[in-house]
């Protein structure tokens, strides 16, 4: 899953927000950008508990990545994926 964190967020926030996703058992990904940071949640979206994260302070948004391997899936129907 994908945390798109606010563009004001500050970075105690931001540091709270990692903290927590590794509390719960998640490798945390953060991804800093010019305007904004995302922090990319590896683990089972399923687990007990990521329904908290739309509640932590500093976060816009939740993005569930819903099928795993997209890139696979378009194998054979994209001629510039082998």
């Known amino acids: ?3 798109v964190l606010n563009p004001d967020a500050t970075p105690e926030q931001i540091n709270h927000i990692i903290e ?3 509390e719960l058992g ?4 953060p ?3 010019e305007f904004r940071t995302v922090v990319g949640v590896v683990g089972d979206d399923n687990a007990p508990g990521t329904e908290t994260f739309q509640a932590l ?6 993005l569930p990545i819903l099928k ?3 890139l696979a899936t378009l194998r054979g129907r ?4 082998p």
């Open 1 to 3: 899953m994908i945390l």
């Open 31 to 33: 991804i800093r950008g």
């Open 26 to 29: 998640f490798k945390p990904y």
């Open 57 to 62: 302070p500093g976060i816009e948004q939740v």
């Open 68 to 70: 795993p391997f997209k």
């Open 20 to 22: 927590r996703v590794e």
């Open 78 to 81: 994209n001629p510039r994926i």
